[in-house]
């Protein structure tokens, strides 16, 4: 053997003599994982809304949502640990964190289930309708002749609404099944030759209708 060739492998011989082993005492002592290690997935279960995004963008299949039993599921044996269900969850509960899965005898999933949503308060009671600037409800309003009494009180005299507004206001205040205001119009509309005027004010002339439409109209203003 060249005396070069025995001076290398004496010098390698004392050098591992006196320097430590550069095989690991795993598992007996515990590995560290270098920084950004791409180890295993992780989640926040109580942060999934279970969209699914996550299993819809795993290459391999490896994740399972159900969104009615609220769960999120891993085969971790089909996980490739490429990050992509971490990019995509909205709700950044997803991690890729340090540190492999335990050996197995089987192929199983590891499932979370995520806490049930608290229950939505109950409706809140529709707001009344208002009427004429009134906060009251309708239902609780009386009619007495042309005075509305309203729940809170106050009072409101319709004879100073013209006919179309007094009905619209009664039947916001469901009181259009009290005396029919409409009923009440027809009895004071007017015919003058062909002028009909009504109670409101306004004329109609029914020179300018066809024969049969100003037959319908006087029947229904009671005229005829
Ligand atoms: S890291 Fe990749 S392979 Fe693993 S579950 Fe996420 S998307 Fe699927
Ligand atoms: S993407 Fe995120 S929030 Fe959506 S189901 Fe997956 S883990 Fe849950």
Redesign the pocket.
Known sequence: MPKTRIMAFTWSTLKNLFSKPATKNYPAEPIKYPERSRGH?EIDIEDCISCSM?AR????G??TVDRKELTWA?NRF?????????IKCPKKCLH?VPGYQTPEGEKKEVSFKRPAPAPKPAAAPSAAPKAAGSASAPGKATLNGDIVTMANGKTMDLSKFPAEKKAEILKKLGLDAAPAPKAEAEGKATLEGDIVRLPNGKTMDLSKLPEANREKVLQKLGLK
């Not at 963008?57 to 391999?60: A, D, E, G, K, L």
């Not at 996980?79 to 269900?85: E, T």
């Open positions: 997935i996550c963008s795993c290459p391999t490896a994740i891993i089909d996980c490739l640990a490429c990050g992509y269900c971490v890729l």
